[in-house]
């Protein structure tokens, strides 16, 4: 079993990961549990997958289940408040623990509700997809999107735990799956190079749950997060690192209206973006900016790239919430294994490469 700390100056929690670490669910929430309510928050079809389990764990302390939509495009202020009026009729009060089992859209508004209710009611993350489980679930990040933009209302507020089963992923949607490894592929470009040559060798093996592979991936990607929260728990230098190939992603979804892209495949093409990026501005090699690419490409196809103006994508850009009087900080790969924040680049190059960004796609699929 794998045990992970996040040290942050909100607190210290651990991440619990291991195969059938579902199963110890009850106790740790026994060892959290203060006569505060008892909530479960996840959607209708991870409940579907995983509620008898869940419940079965649960089975010795009462406890309140509410379902919401987990669709990106329902990550909104309104599903918040739907939830705490839940909250508030079933009587929970600020000793109230929230589990949260599901997704990254489940965890980000589960994260937000305990963050609002009360002023701060505490939460356990229950991971259930592999891009929770590397990522979103690990760090205290929470938030909605509005129209204008992706997760523009959120707030930063750490679990007391994250258990993460990958036995979990067993049930995810191939869609899903291969959506998660996007975000396994930045932990390997932005700080873990041997991470990036496992992931060439081995992703069609990885791609069919392969679980001693898989174990070894998801640990590797969730250690990183914890190094990088812990040094810097609310993005104020380092950890914007972890927003390679996000910002163009989070344009991509709010210029779709949250309904062509699942959140990892919007990354994929983000990273895409950053990597020519730092190609034309000679921060990386033409070898390297291929290999990445050529990664990118081997998760599977990415849904068909929309068109949309450049100029559509720099005011989207611009309302980013990591933008600065307009302007955003890239993070662009200096190399496999390295890359550089707060990155400078003109617009028209961020044109030149969007309008490029199917060809871009196309060559790394052919060299594959």
Same mark, same amino acid.
């Given at each position: 079993?794998?045990?992970?700390?996040?040290?942050?100056?909100? $607190?210290?929690?651990?991440?619990?990961?291991?195969?059938?670490?579902?199963?110890?669910?009850?106790?740790?929430?026994?060892?959290?549990?203060?006569?505060?309510?008892?909530?479960?928050?996840?959607?209708?079809?991870?409940?579907?997958?995983?509620?008898?389990?869940? %419940?079965?764990?649960?089975?010795?302390?009462?406890?309140?289940?509410?379902?919401?939509?987990?669709?990106?495009?329902?990550?909104?202020?309104?599903?918040?408040?739907?939830?705490? #009026?839940?909250?508030?009729?079933?009587?929970?009060?600020?000793?109230?623990?929230?589990?949260?089992? $599901?997704? $990254?859209? *489940?965890?980000?508004?589960?994260?937000?509700?305990? %963050?609002?209710?009360?002023?701060?009611?505490?939460?356990?993350?229950?991971?259930?997809?592999? *891009?929770?489980?590397?990522?979103?679930?690990?760090?205290?990040?929470?938030?909605?999107?509005?129209?204008?933009?992706?997760?523009?209302?959120?707030?930063?507020?750490?679990?007391?735990?994250?258990?993460?089963?990958?036995?979990?992923?067993?049930?995810?949607?191939?869609?899903?799956?291969?959506?998660?490894?996007?975000?396994?592929?930045?932990?390997?470009?932005?700080?873990?190079?041997?991470?990036?040559?496992?992931?060439?060798?081995?992703?069609?093996?990885?791609?069919?749950?392969?679980?001693?592979?898989?174990?070894?991936?998801?640990?590797?990607?969730?250690?990183?997060?914890?190094?990088?929260?812990?040094?810097? &728990?609310?993005?104020?230098?380092?950890?914007?690192?972890?927003?390679?190939?996000?910002?163009?992603?989070?344009?991509?979804?709010?210029?779709?209206?949250?309904?062509?892209?699942?959140?990892?495949?919007?990354?994929?093409? $983000?990273?895409?973006?950053?990597?020519?990026?730092? %190609?034309?501005?000679?921060?990386?090699? &033409? #070898?390297?900016?291929?290999?990445?690419?050529?990664?990118?490409?081997?998760?599977?196809?990415?849904?068909?790239?929309?068109?949309?103006?450049?100029?559509?994508?720099?005011?989207?850009?611009?309302?980013?919430?990591?933008?600065?009087?307009?302007? *955003?900080?890239?993070?662009?790969?200096?190399?496999?294994?390295?890359?550089?924040?707060?990155?400078?680049?003109?617009?028209?190059?961020?044109? #030149?490469?969007? #309008?490029?960004?199917?060809?871009?796609?196309?060559?790394?699929?052919?060299?594959?």
């Amino acid at each position: 079993m794998n045990i992970i700390q996040v040290k942050t100056a909100s $607190g210290r929690y651990d991440v619990v990961y291991a195969r059938g670490a579902l199963s110890r669910l009850g106790s740790a929430v026994k060892g959290l549990h203060d006569a505060g309510g008892l909530f479960v928050l996840s959607s209708p079809r991870v409940w579907k997958f995983w509620g008898r389990e869940v %419940a079965r764990n649960l089975r010795s302390l009462p406890h309140d289940i509410i379902l919401f939509d987990d669709r990106e495009s329902a990550k909104r202020l309104a599903t918040v408040e739907t939830i705490c #009026r839940k909250l508030t009729r079933a009587g929970a009060d600020r000793r109230s623990l929230i589990i949260a089992v $599901g997704g $990254g859209v *489940v965890g980000d508004v589960a994260g937000f509700v305990a %963050a609002s209710y009360l002023r701060g009611v505490r939460i356990l993350h229950v991971p259930t997809t592999l *891009v929770a489980q590397v990522d979103s679930a690990i760090g205290g990040k929470t938030g909605v999107d509005l129209p204008e933009g992706k997760n523009l209302v959120g707030a930063f507020y750490p679990p007391e735990m994250v258990i993460a089963d990958p036995s979990t992923l067993h049930t995810l949607p191939a869609r899903q799956f291969r959506s998660g490894f996007y975000e396994v592929i930045k932990y390997a470009v932005i700080g873990d190079a041997d991470l990036f040559d496992f992931l060439e060798s081995e992703m069609d093996t990885l791609l069919k749950l392969d679980m001693r592979a898989l174990e070894w991936v998801i640990a590797r990607c969730a250690r990183q997060k914890a190094r990088i929260v812990s040094k810097d &728990e609310r993005e104020s230098g380092l950890r914007q690192i972890l927003n390679f190939g996000h910002t163009i992603g989070h344009a991509l979804e709010t210029l779709t209206g949250y309904k062509r892209f699942l959140h990892g495949e919007a990354v994929g093409w $983000g990273m895409l973006a950053a990597t020519e990026i730092a %190609a034309a501005t000679s921060r990386l090699s &033409e #070898r390297d900016a291929n290999r990445i690419a050529s990664l990118v490409v081997s998760c599977g196809a990415l849904p068909a790239f929309p068109r949309i103006s450049s100029h559509a994508l720099l005011k989207t850009i611009s309302r980013d919430k990591k933008s600065r009087s307009g302007r *955003v900080g890239w993070v662009l790969p200096r190399k496999i294994g390295a890359a550089e924040i707060g990155a400078s680049v003109p617009d028209k190059v961020i044109s #030149r490469v969007w #309008r490029d960004l199917p060809g871009t796609c196309n060559r790394a699929r052919k060299r594959n």
